[in-house]
């Protein structure tokens, strides 16, 4: 009878003792991802912030000027208006109540922002080759407006190119913290299996 009840507690406690390294572990993930949406949020503040400033700045500055800068500060209103509603939805995005997520879901949600960034960077290359062949067309054309339009999404371009690159460094660092969650994974012939450091 004792050896019976002493089974009991042990079986008990082992379970407790599970149930709390597992919850250890949901909190670690919950935390890896907290610091994901917290570098999105901060990441579109920036990018809010850029956007307003060019925004204010190319409304006045279009005002006083012509040619060439007329069409810069122009495109820089009109490229920002663009950039303003990116950030204000990413922003919204990123400040909702994160869920609770598993580990291949944390894995897909890490991936998946990286591989935005790694697009965004790519098509922001794209903005800057847009904008110098307009600059350039301008200029064989006299036409001061397409001159003035390249400029801007030259520059344009190259700030968002060193926003996604230094965005893109941020998660990748913090992407490295995810091989401790998957070290303690493993793949048997009947499934996974969960090793639990005793510390």
Known sequence: MQSKTAFILLIFFAACFFANELMAQQQELDLFNTTRTD???KGMVILGSWAVGNML???IAASQTTGSDKAFH???LYWNSVNLIIAGFGYWQASKSPE???LWETIEAQQGIEKVLLVNAALDLGYMAGGFYLKERGLRKGN???QGFGKSIILQGAFLLTFDA???G???HHAQALPE???QLSLGPTGFSLRIPIQ
């Open 170 to 172: 941020f998660h990748s």
């Open 166 to 168: 230094i965005m893109y």
């Open 74 to 76: 122009q495109m820089n």
């Open 39 to 41: 570098y999105n949020r």
């Open 57 to 59: 700045w190319g409304g």
């Open 100 to 102: 609770a997520m598993s």
């Open 144 to 146: 001061e407006r397409l």
């Open 181 to 183: 969650f998957v070290n």
